[in-house]
Structures are given as structure tokens and as C-alpha cells.
């Protein structure tokens, strides 16, 4: 019996180290996900910078996808930023301490970010492009100077 209680503690030990391990791997593939969010989110941009310089013609709808594209990748990264996935992790990542050690100041600032990617999608018409383009990009560098790691 002793002998028994003794392998069942050891298979138990050794299935809780493999999914401690397992849950690690997905805690840190939140920094990949939220790497790729912000890829898509820097894409709408791009498209709406293309159409305020003159590169890409005026298109309502493309501003619109483009704004929804941004808004649901900022919704979805509220999520992305677990404790253990910063700096401290030994993955890259631009994410700085600040996020975890100012958390609600950081979700206000994607907050005040999908606010004004709500306001772009509802921009209909060239000459409302420059100020909500401005409102948008200026929650975005906000966010980045006291949240973000500038590239090395």
C-alpha cells in the first residue's frame, strides 16, 4: 500500500509539472498574440496614413474596415498583457513594467484608443479623416511613450 501511495503522489507531481508547463507556454504565447494584434493594428493605420498623405484615394469604406480592424485588435489585447508576460519573461517583447505596474492607467489608454477607432469607423467623408485620424493617432503614441519599449 505504501509503495502504491507513493507512485500515485509522483504520477500526480509529474502531471501537475506538465501542465504547469503547458499553462507557461500558453501565458507566453499571449506575447506572440498581442505582437500580431498590433501588427494588424498598425496595417489599418498605414491604410489611413496612406489616405490623409494623398497615397491611397479617399474610400469611406476602406477607412471604416480599417478603423474596425483596429478597434477589434485593441479590444482583443485587454487580455493580452498577463502577469509574467513582460519585460521579466525572457521573451521580446516591447511591453514595459509600466503596463503591469499602472494597469488601470494602461487600459484607460486603450480605452481612450477603441474609443477613437470607433470614431474613425464612423467617418464618412475626406475632410473628417484628419481629425479623427489625430484623436486615433495620438491615443496610440500616448500609449506607446508610457507603455511601450522603444526599438533597439
Do not use: Y
Amino acid at each position: 500500500m505504501r509503495k502504491t501511495t507513493k507512485m500515485i503522489v509522483g504520477v500526480v507531481a509529474a502531471l501537475a509539472i506538465s501542465a504547469g508547463g503547458v499553462m507557461a507556454a500558453g501565458h507566453l504565447n499571449k506575447i506572440g498574440e498581442r505582437q500580431e494584434a498590433m501588427k494588424a493594428v498598425g496595417g489599418g493605420i498605414k491604410v489611413l496614413v496612406g489616405m490623409a498623405k494623398g497615397e491611397i484615394d479617399f474610400d469611406a469604406a476602406k477607412v471604416k474596415k480599417a478603423a474596425l480592424t483596429i478597434k477589434a485588435n485593441l479590444n482583443a489585447s485587454k487580455t493580452m498583457f498577463p502577469d509574467g508576460t513582460g519585460p521579466d519573461s525572457g521573451k521580446k517583447t516591447r511591453a514595459m513594467d509600466e503596463i503591469w505596474l499602472d494597469t488601470e492607467g494602461f487600459q484607460s489608454a486603450l480605452k481612450t484608443a477603441i474609443s477613437a477607432a470607433d470614431g474613425m469607423a464612423g467617418v464618412t467623408k475626406k475632410a473628417e479623416l484628419m481629425p479623427a485620424l489625430g484623436k486615433l493617432g495620438g491615443s496610440c503614441k500616448s500609449c506607446h511613450e508610457k507603455f511601450r519599449a522603444p526599438k533597439k
